[in-house]
């Protein structure tokens, strides 16, 4: 485990933590004026390995060259060139700060961390992090890299679960959940939406089925995957006689056939590690997915099929009441999409390349 320090002085900032993976929806903004919790688990933290922050240089003023060896392929508005590694924790994880709220940036219900550090050492002074917690934005702690030090304290982790493990003891995500907005008078029972982790992890994963389609046309498995991934594929892939084949593989599953294509796979959650198959699978292209999304697809939760009365059994998932479903269709996050696709080198694909820059459209008709 780890503690970071301050760099101007050595005061501690934070609890012990353990590191884990960046989680895919890290950096989304979801809504209009919604609540969202917090992003980290307390005691874990993850670094975000680009650079991040001001100075900002516009896509113009940026060689393509430099931009590949930073490894995006695509016209973005701009790229960062702060210090690379910001690290993320749960705001409840500081130590020994001060916030100085008048350091809001443009947010309208907290903090959104526009206007670059708003925390600094309760000791010397020093900036040391952002904190955020406006509406849409996930609620989060980052430390600057270059003003904090990371170091081991007593007592070393256990290391990363095995995948077995995982699938035995991590909690899945479900597919939708209830949102609330600032100022609602309703509660959260009364606005069920898709969720958030969920249309993070399909964007960046859908960029990837892209890629891996060739731009042929892209069958993905019957029932809830289905419904997540495959009106956005026959939408953005032209209609033709062939076809790849995606299906869901990974720890627990029987091994995928010899035939397929493309894998959706799960994303290790402590080590940021995508499964990889053996065997004659081991040439399929992998997408990555969130594990608990992964988790979910791969091993649905029986739910019993129509509204029951009286007791149920004590080994029986119920839920009272019965949760409503989102009352449109599922859309994955256009942010997460674009930030994965303009990092894969086959969005320079001219027919990758319309598909980045109409994403806008795509978005006007509910695609996105």
């Given amino acids: 485990m780890f503690v970071f320090v301050c760099a101007g002085c050595g005061a501690e900032l934070t609890a012990p933590l353990s590191q884990v993976s960046l989680p895919a929806h890290a950096h989304q903004k979801y809504g209009n004026g919604v609540q969202l919790p917090v992003l980290m688990e307390s005691g874990t933290f993850a670094v975000n390995p680009e650079p991040s922050g001001p100075p900002w240089r516009k896509w113009e003023e940026i060689d393509p060259d430099e931009a590949a060896a930073r490894g995006v392929y695509a016209p973005v508005h701009a790229l ?114 898709w969720s958030p982790q969920w249309e993070a992890g399909a964007g960046r994963a859908l960029a990837h089925l892209l890629a891996a389609s060739g731009g042929q046309q892209v069958t993905v498995p019957n029932g809830l995957t289905e419904e997540v991934f495959q009106r956005a594929l026959d939408t953005l892939l032209p209609a033709g006689p062939q076809e790849r084949r995606a299906v869901l593989a990974g720890p627990e599953l029987p091994a995928p056939d010899a035939d397929a294509d493309i894998l959706l796979v799960p994303v290790h959650p402590q080590t940021g590690r995508t499964w990889a198959p053996v065997g004659p699978a081991a040439s399929a292209y992998p997408v990555p997915l969130p594990f608990g999304m992964w988790l979910w697809l791969a091993f649905p939760q029986p739910r019993p099929p129509v509204p029951t009365s009286g007791p149920l059994l004590d080994d029986v998932l119920h839920d009272d009441p019965l949760p409503s479903r989102p009352p449109h269709p599922f859309r994955a996050d256009q942010r997460a999409f674009q930030h994965a696709l303009v990092r894969l080198p086959a969005v320079r694909s001219p027919w990758l390349r319309e598909i980045l820059e109409n994403v806008t459209q795509h978005r006007v008709s509910g695609l996105f």
Avoid: K, Y
């Fill in 80 to 193: 960062s060139d702060g210090v690379p590694g910001a690290i993320v924790i749960a705001p409840g994880d500081i130590r020994g700060t001060r916030l100085i709220p008048e350091e809001r940036g443009g947010a309208c219900c907290g903090l959104d961390g526009a206007d670059g550090p708003n925390t600094i050492c309760e000791a010397c002074g020093l900036p040391v992090a952002t904190r955020i917690d406006d509406c849409s934005l996930w609620q989060a702690m980052w430390l600057a890299p270059d003003s904090v030090h990371r170091l081991l304290v007593d007592g070393a982790d256990a290391g990363p679960l095995s995948w077995q493990e995982l699938v035995e003891e991590e909690a899945s995500t479900p597919p939708f959940e209830p949102v609330v907005s600032w100022g609602s008078r309703l509660g959260s029972n009364h606005n069920w939406s």
